[in-house]
C-alpha cells in the first residue's frame, strides 16, 4: 500500500488549499478512505471519511461546512477542500486507507497571515 499526499501550503486565513492523495497497491474503489491532521503537541484526529464509491462522507465538527471530502476511483485519487481556512487547522494533514489500516507521510497546512 502507497499513499503519497500533496497540495499542502501556507495560505493566509479565509484562504482555500485542495489536498490530494494518490493511492497504489489496493483495490482503491473497494475501500472508504479518510484524512486525519495532527497538528504539534495535539493527538492525530479525524477530519473526514467518505465510503468505497464516495457518495457519503462524516465530518469532524470543526471543519463541517469548511471541507470536502471526495475521490476519482477511476484516478485512485481522494482529495480534500478546504476554504475558510483558519489558523487552528494549521497541521500535518494525513490521507488514510479506511480508518487509518495505511498511512500516508503527510502535507503540511500552514494557515497564518
Known amino acids: 500500500v502507497q499513499l503519497v499526499e500533496s497540495g499542502g501550503g501556507l495560505v493566509q486565513p479565509g484562504g482555500s488549499l485542495t489536498l490530494s492523495c494518490e493511492a497504489s497497491g489496493f483495490t482503491f474503489s473497494s475501500y472508504a478512505m479518510s484524512w486525519y491532521r495532527q497538528a504539534p503537541g495535539k493527538e492525530r484526529e479525524l477530519v473526514a471519511t467518505?465510503?468505497?464509491?464516495?457518495?457519503?462522507?462524516q465530518y469532524a465538527d470543526s471543519v463541517k461546512d469548511r471541507f470536502t471530502i471526495s475521490r476519482d476511483n477511476a484516478k485512485n485519487t481522494l482529495y480534500l477542500q478546504m476554504s475558510m481556512l483558519k489558523p487552528e487547522d494549521t497541521a500535518v494533514y494525513y490521507c488514510?486507507?479506511?480508518?487509518?489500516?495505511?498511512w500516508g507521510q503527510g502535507t503540511q497546512v500552514t494557515v497564518s497571515s
Open positions: 467518505t465510503d468505497s464509491r464516495g457518495g457519503r462522507a
Open positions: 488514510a486507507k479506511a480508518l487509518g489500516t495505511s
